[in-house]
């Protein structure tokens, strides 16, 4: 009981601060000038105050112009801290109404928010690693929310249908900004990648789904579907490169995607189309790999690849396989264990569909061997009971157990709940766009060292040493954290 009330207030909490970027201030004036009047505070704790017996305490977020005067003021009227939002200046406490009222004119304080609720925002994954707060809390370097914004993701998977709502923008055009296949010669001794028109659903073509839904947990756009429940990619902001290798992955055909990738990063939409419009690849997913994990070869083309691509500012994530384990030995996804900073391999993450930070680890993600640190996973993400974009026609989103409509009259299944690696994967993926848009400059090895330095150290499985661990790596990733400790 006492976890689900802290969830309760920690996601509410969340929502509530969607509203920070332009809330009413009576306490500070738009040149942050501190004035006599007492501080506003949000029409719900408005109404709240009004109803609320005087014993009893309440969930509140008190606003300041610096995060030590909302601490200060938090103390000074005996209020509980339960956290903080140390990037805005929030402090997250409880109080009596007469503290509530007492704060507001505190030294400092500029609002004070009450705890709304969430019912709208179901989907959990997001909320887990604070991704959604960052979206709506933290800025980048364009100053723009941090939304993965000037950043292009190359997907490497069955491909995409880029005419999913999921990847419809605000003026109708796709997210998908570049639509390329692999095509392969029969005895698949060659490959070579071709652009195809945006409007062709090579997830279709390729008899998939497995892309589609893996592109939308990397960069779906904020969208509302059926009863009631939003939406949004790890990136929102972000645009999308789909490589098609076809439901069936070869090496081949996979090397050569990354091989495209490694020389038409800068331009992935070809010579004068502007950054705008289609952004560099700063990082590219990859939910494929061998079944039963295997030991990690520096001489593979892969390898040789995504060092290539580290090397050119390129961060490469892999999922880290679906072959469970209890660290008695390795059955991690070979290339992801290469240690060259910039290269990534991903844990799946099970929030219990609570939104909780102290879930636990996925049974089916693959474990590293206890004992060598060189196999272990390097981050976790969430994996399990994903919901994302997928059409029912096609054979893995079928495999889905909770299939949703999307926004239109006509998009009937248009969502799907899947888990796996395959699924955490992509949610590192939207996260390492976010942290190059907070820092344009970063380099891949800086961006791996922040989102393994302020990951969420969550207790269920293997006990850390050193830092990490050989089934949940470094821990639940922390996006606001990480995005503060990028800049």
Known sequence: ???????????????????????????????????????????????????????????????????????????????????????IGVVVATGTRSQIQAVRSQPGVTYVEGNAPIELFQDTSNVATRGYEATRTVTGADGTRLTGNGVSVAVIDSGVDPTHPYFTEADGSSAVVANLKTLCEPLELFCSVQKV?????????????HGTHVNGIVAGNPVTIAGGKELQGAAPGAKLVSL??????????????????????????????????????????????????????????????????????????????????????SLSNPPGTDPTGGIISVASYYDQDTGTRDGVVSDFSSRGE?????????????????????????????????????????????????????????????????????????????????????AHKYTDGAAYVDGTSYDKGHGLVDVVAAAAAIR
């Not at 028109?197 to 789904?209: H, R």
């Not at 992935?268 to 700063?282: E, H, N, Q, R, S």
């Open 1 to 87: 009981m006492r976890l689900k009330t802290t969830l309760a207030l920690g996601a509410a909490a969340l929502v509530a601060t969607a509203g920070f970027a332009a809330p009413t201030l009576a306490h500070a004036g738009v040149t942050g000038e501190v004035t006599d009047e007492p501080a506003n505070v949000s029409a719900f704790l408005a109404t709240k105050l009004t109803s609320m017996p005087a014993t009893a305490p309440a969930a509140v977020m008190v606003h300041g112009a610096t995060l030590e005067q909302a601490k200060t003021a938090v103390i000074a009227t005996g209020m509980k801290r339960v956290t903080s939002f140390d990037r």
């Open 197 to 209: 028109p945006s409007s062709v659903d090579t997830d279709t073509l390729s008899l998939g789904g």
């Open 370 to 454: 206890a004992g060598d640190p060189s196999t272990y996973p390097d981050i976790s993400a969430p994996g399990e009971n994903i919901v994302s974009s997928c059409r029912l026609y096609l054979p893995i989103c079928a495999t889905g157990l909770a299939p949703e409509n999307g926004p239109g009259m006509l998009d009937i299944g248009t969502f799907n709940t899947i888990s796996g690696t395959s699924m955490a994967a992509p949610h590192i993926a939207g996260i390492v766009a976010q942290l190059f848009q907070a820092n344009p400059s970063a380099t891949p090895a800086q961006v791996e060292a922040a989102i393994k330095a302020t």
């Open 244 to 329: 098609s290798t076809g439901a069936g992955l070869v090496i081949i055909g996979a090397d050569a995607a990354l091989n495209w990738v490694l020389e038409n990063h800068a331009a992935p939409c070809g010579a004068g189309v502007p950054a705008t419009t289609c952004p560099p690849i700063k990082v590219t997913n990859n939910s494929y790999g061998p079944s039963g994990g295997g030991a990690f070869d520096p001489e593979s083309a892969t390898a040789k690849l995504q060092r290539a691509l580290v090397a050119e500012g390129v961060v490469t994530v892999w999922a880290n396989g679906n072959d469970g384990g209890d660290g008695s030995e």
